[in-house]
């Protein structure tokens, strides 16, 4: 496998991913950030790539053990390395699983928080002919509800799931989560401050009955001088988390 070797977190952390096909960015970057577990919780991430949320949240917050579940083979051999490049053997961890299994039969138990970067679409025809490399972190054979519940399942009563996606399927995801949690944050992340959302992180708590809150937005970039947004920028390279209420 052709594999890049880079850094995240200002330098912090060792990342190896494919040169070609999936490669971890701003929305792996900020769900890592936008992870909230204290000291002791257990971290479920579902659909774990070769590693960048968990390890960039696993460094973000020690004290915080993860668990990464993964269907592809190469990438999870990546997770493994990975984990192993930044000594986080300790309490981080990736096992081979789909959705498409039961959580429960899954030999785990529920977790305090589950974390997730759904694929973006539900119908391969959607999109303009992805490398087979990734189809796989793109479109999502089961659908987004079948994320949804599987996130809902794998978390303990009053756990918390997190997940960035696209802001046009906000509804989608809603409906989805809608009789199985509440406490709803929802932060729109706007490319720049003038132009409209094209992502959304959303924080939920199984079981809890407050109503949902809208956020104020992250904004990314800036017309002028650095390339990020000096919040983003914090957020970026680790010296800031993405706040929760």
């Avoid at 981080?92 to 899954?106: E, H």
Wanted: hydrophobic letters at 45%; glycine letters at 10%.
């Amino acid at each position: 496998m052709d594999v890049t070797d880079d850094r995240l977190l200002d330098g912090r952390l060792r990342l190896r991913q494919p040169r070609r096909g999936y490669r971890a960015g701003m929305d792996a970057a900020l769900l890592a950030a936008a992870c909230d577990a204290d000291v002791g919780a257990r971290v479920i991430e579902v659909g774990c790539g070769v590693g960048a949320v968990m390890l960039s949240a696993a460094v973000r917050r020690p004290g915080t053990s993860f668990t990464g579940i993964e269907k592809d083979p190469l990438a999870l051999e990546l997770a493994l390395a990975n984990i192993g490049a930044n000594s986080l053997a300790d309490r981080v961890s990736a096992l081979g699983g789909d959705i498409a299994q039961s959580f429960a039969k899954m030999g785990l138990s529920p977790f305090d928080a589950a974390l997730a970067n759904p694929p973006f679409f539900d119908d391969a025809s959607a999109l303009r002919g992805p490398s087979p490399a990734k189809t796989g972190a793109w479109v999502a054979d089961d659908g987004l509800p079948a994320w949804i519940s599987f996130l809902c399942k794998s978390v303990r009563e009053r756990g918390v799931i997190t997940l960035i996606h696209r802001a046009d399927r906000l509804g989608d995801i809603l409906a989805a989560l809608s009789g199985k949690t509440g406490a709803i944050q929802i932060r729109p992340i706007m490319p720049f401050a003038d132009e409209p959302a094209k992502r959304v992180i959303m924080r939920a708590v199984k079981g809890a009955k407050a109503p949902m809150r809208l956020l104020p937005p992250l904004v990314l970039h800036t017309r002028v001088g650095a390339k990020h947004d000096p919040a983003t920028e914090r957020i970026l390279r680790g010296e800031a988390a993405l706040e929760w209420l």
